[in-house]
C-alpha cells in the first residue's frame, strides 16, 4: 500500500545579541549563526530562512521575533533552531507565547545547541529554562541592589560619592578597609565640624575658614556652600550612615569618624534640626524591600510607642512610605497586615515534600534524555575543536617559516580564535549549565515546601530572607501587597493548590505506600495545567 511521504519539517534559524550587559559573554550574532547552521546540517534540518536582531530580550515585541512567530502561524515555517532559549526571550511575555505555540503543535520542534523542545515534552523543564533566563534579567539590577545592601550591612557606605574627607580604597584587598581618610580634607573638615559643635564658630564662620584655608569642592572648584551645608548635618562623620538614601534606614560605618555622636548632636541643634528623627537602631526586616505603589518611594518601618491611662505601654510596627518625592496619599500598613498577606502568599506555593521528589526525579529522566539527545553533537563539536586548535598551530608554523604574509596570519588566526573559543563554550559549558539547573529547581521546590512554616517559626532575620527569596517588585498600594514572583515560584504557584488537592487522597504521605501511589499518580494523571 501506498503510504504518503511526510513533509520535511521548515527551519527559521534565529539569532539575537543585545547591546546591554545582559549578553557580555554571549557570541555574536555571526557566531551563532556559523554554529547553528552547522546543528542544522548535522541532524538534517532544512533552514528556510535565516533571521538575526540586536536588542534586549526583556524587551516586550521585539520586530524581527514577532515576524518570526508570524511566518510559522502563517505555514511558513515548522520550527526554530537558536543557540540557547534565552535567545528568544528574557522576558514571560514572549516566553509564554513561545511555549503556548509549542504546546499547541504550531512549532513542531525548537532545537538548540543543547537539546530538542518538542510539543509533547516535560512544560515544567521549559518554564524553568524561560524561568531563569528571565529572572537573569530581572537579577541584573536586583543583584546590584542586594550587593549594595550587603556593603551597607558590613559597615561600608555604597555611596558613589563620598562626603568630603573620605575616599574609596583605591587598592582594596578582602577583609581590609573599603573607605579610607582623604588628606588634607578631613583634617580640615573634622576641625570645621567641632569648631560648630563647640560653639567656637558659627557655620558660616566656619565656612568661610574652610574656603580661606583652600578647601575645595568637586573637580577642584571652590566648596559650594550649599554643599557645605549637606557636610555639616551628614551622618557619617559621626560614625553611621543612612541607605537607601531617604529611607531612613541606619547603618553603623566602619570609616574614620570626624566628631562623636554628641558633637553631630550639638551640631543638630545649632541648624535647629535637633527634631530630625534619629538613626533607628532596632532592626526592621521589611524596609528597603518593599514600594510605594502611588509614588515608587521605598516603604519604611515607622515604631510607634503609646502609653495608656493605666501606665502601660505598648510598642507597634507600622510600614509607610518615606514620602521623598512631595505628598503622597498612601496610608500607613500595620505589620500584622502585612505580615498576613506574606503568610497567604506563602501558602498559596506550599507543596508537599513527595511532590519535590517526584519533579527532581521526572525532571532527572528528562535530563537523562537531553544528554543522550546532544551527546553525538558534543563529539562533533569536541572534534571540531580539535581540529581548529591543529589549523592555529599549522598557520602558526607556516607564519615562522614565512611561508605567510602578516596580513593573511593575523585575519585567519583572529578567525580561528574565535571560532574555537565558541566551541570550546559551547563543549565545555552544557553539563554545567544543566547541572545549574537542576539545582536551582532542587533549591526553589525545596524552598516551596518549606517557607511557610519557617515564615510562621522563624524570628525576623529568617522572614526578611524569605520574602527576599520569593522575587521582585514588591509594591505596597492601599495595604495591599503585590509581588512579582520568581519564575519557577510563579509556575509552582500555579500548580500547588491541584497538588495539595491530590495529596489530600493518600495521606498520611509519610507511609511509603501511600507515598509511592502519590508519585505513582503524578506520573500518570499530570496536574500541571498543561
Known amino acids: 500500500m501506498f503510504k504518503p511521504k511526510t513533509p520535511k519539517k521548515r527551519y527559521i534559524l534565529y539569532a539575537r545579541k543585545s547591546t546591554t550587559s545582559e549578553d557580555r559573554q554571549v557570541a555574536s550574532i555571526e557566531s551563532q549563526i556559523e554554529a547553528m547552521q552547522k546543528v542544522a546540517d548535522e541532524h538534517n534540518l532544512s533552514v528556510v530562512d535565516v533571521m538575526s536582531e540586536s536588542g534586549s530580550g526583556f524587551k516586550v515585541g521585539r520586530k524581527t521575533f514577532n515576524q518570526m512567530l508570524e511566518k510559522i502561524e502563517g505555514g ?95 587598592y582594596k584587598k578582602l577583609g581590609e578597609e573599603e573607605i579610607i581618610i582623604d588628606e588634607p580634607n578631613f583634617t580640615m573638615m573634622s576641625e570645621a565640624l567641632r569648631s560648630v559643635a563647640s560653639k567656637q564658630r558659627t557655620p558660616i564662620e566656619a565656612y568661610e575658614h574652610l574656603v580661606e584655608i583652600g578647601v575645595k569642592g568637586k573637580k577642584g572648584k571652590p566648596l559650594p556652600h550649599s554643599t557645605y551645608y549637606d557636610l555639616l548635618s551628614h551622618p557619617m562623620y ?67 510607642h ?18 521623598k518625592r512631595g505628598a503622597c496619599a498612601q496610608p500607613h500598613t500595620a505589620v500584622d497586615k502585612l505580615e498576613n498577606q506574606y503568610r497567604d502568599i506563602l501558602a498559596s506555593i506550599t507543596i508537599p515534600e513527595a511532590f519535590h521528589e517526584w519533579a527532581i526525579a521526572e525532571i532527572k529522566k528528562d535530563q537523562e534524555k537531553l544528554i543522550a539527545d546532544r551527546g553525538q553533537t558534543l563529539v562533533m563539536q569536541r572534534k571540531e575543536y580539535d581540529a581548529c586548535l591543529k589549523q592555529m598551530d599549522t598557520l602558526v608554523e607556516k607564519y615562522l617559516e614565512g611561508k605567510v604574509p602578516d596580513d593573511y596570519y593575523n585575519r585567519h588566526l583572529a578567525e580561528l580564535e574565535q571560532k574555537s573559543e565558541l566551541l570550546k563554550t559551547i563543549a565545555d559549558g552544557v553539563d554545567q549549565r544543566v547541572h545549574e539547573r537542576l539545582e536551582e529547581i532542587d533549591r526553589d521546590l525545596a524552598f516551596a515546601v518549606t517557607a511557610c512554616r519557617r515564615f510562621a517559626e522563624g524570628d525576623d532575620t529568617v522572614k526578611r530572607e524569605i520574602i527576599s527569596y520569593l522575587g521582585s517588585n514588591l509594591v505596597l498600594t492601599n495595604k495591599l ?18 497538588i495539595v488537592a491530590v495529596s489530600k487522597r493518600f495521606e498520611p504521605l509519610e507511609k511509603i505506600d501511600n507515598k509511592a501511589q502519590f508519585m505513582n499518580y503524578l506520573t500518570y494523571n499530570p496536574v500541571m495545567g498543561g
Open 306 to 323: 503609646k502609653i495608656q491611662l493605666n501606665g502601660n505601654t505598648h510598642d507597634y510596627m507600622y510600614y509607610r512610605c518615606t514620602k
Open 481 to 498: 501587597l503585590d509581588i512579582e514572583l520568581k519564575r519557577p515560584l510563579e509556575q509552582v504557584q500555579k500548580i500547588a493548590k491541584n
Open 238 to 304: 559621626s560614625g553611621q550612615f543612612e541607605y537607601p538614601e531617604g529611607s531612613g534606614i541606619m547603618y553603623q560605618s566602619k570609616a574614620p569618624t570626624a566628631m562623636t555622636p554628641e558633637e553631630y548632636e550639638s551640631i543638630l541643634v545649632v541648624l535647629g534640626k535637633k527634631d530630625k528623627p534619629r538613626p533607628q537602631t532596632h532592626f526592621v526586616p521589611y524596609a528597603g524591600l518593599i514600594k510605594c505603589g502611588e509614588c515608587g518611594c521605598s516603604i519604611i518601618g515607622d515604631p510607634k
Open 76 to 170: 511558513e515555517a515548522d520550527g526554530i533552531v537558536v543557540w540557547k532559549l534565552s535567545r528568544l526571550s528574557r522576558n514571560p511575555d514572549d516566553a509564554g507565547r513561545i511555549m503556548g505555540m509549542l504546546q499547541r503543535g504550531q512549532i513542531k520542534h525548537i532545537r538548540t545547541v543543547e537539546r530538542n523542545w518538542m510539543p509533547d515534552d516535560n512544560v515544567m523543564m521549559m518554564y524553568v529554562e524561560f524561568g531563569m533566563t528571565n529572572q537573569f534579567s530581572r537579577d541584573l539590577s536586583t543583584d546590584t541592589k542586594r550587593g549594595l545592601i550587603k556593603k551597607a550591612e558590613r559597615g561600608w557606605a555604597p555611596f558613589a560619592v563620598l562626603p568630603l574627607g573620605y575616599m574609596h580604597s583605591p
